[in-house]
């Protein structure tokens, strides 16, 4: 199955690049040119990993990616901008819980590569939740047996009470 990658940037040859880019790489990708218009496409899409821009108008980068948290909780979030500096790394970090903080101008292949390790894992949490509710399954099913052999026991122990004197 595919990756789907959400991209948001208000720069449209920026959003070109990288569409371009990620789809070569063989990966479901949608764009959006504002963080409200992100907003929009996640009320019909469920990425599993959002790129976005830290500058945008009317919607910074650290704020969609905040909002984001709510809706598609276990997607990736990555964030891309000129303006590296620690303070605003924590912030995306501590805010939005940012998978990553790339600096612009990027290197394709490791930007790629970057968002390929961010999709592994993905893949793990994915992995791992479907394994947790697995073994939850199991533990209830294994609950409800237990139960009912401790039902024929309390009914067996009943039952040879009866037959002593």
């Not at 909780?73 to 790339?102: C, W």
């Amino acid at each position: 199955m595919k990756h789907h990658i959400l991209l948001v940037d208000d720069e449209r040859d920026v959003l070109l690049v990288l569409e371009d880019l990620f789809t070569s790489r063989g990966y479901h990708v949608t764009t959006a040119s504002d963080g409200t218009e992100a907003l929009e496409r996640l009320k019909n899409e469920s990425p599993d990993l959002i790129l976005s821009d830290y500058r945008m108008n009317e919607m910074d980068g650290i704020t969609l990616l905040k909002e984001t948290r709510d809706v598609c909780p276990d997607a990736i979030r990555i964030l891309l901008t000129a303006h590296g500096d620690l303070k605003l790394a924590m912030q995306a970090i501590n805010e939005a819980s940012v998978y990553k903080f790339i600096t612009k101008p990027w290197n394709n292949n490791d930007l790629a590569l970057s968002v390929q390790r961010a999709l592994e894992h993905y893949d793990l949490i994915v992995q791992q939740r479907a394994f947790a509710e697995t073994l939850e399954l199991m533990v209830d099913e294994n609950t409800e047996e237990i139960e009912r052999l401790r039902l024929a026991l309390r009914e067996m122990v009943s039952r040879i009470r009866s037959l002593l004197p």
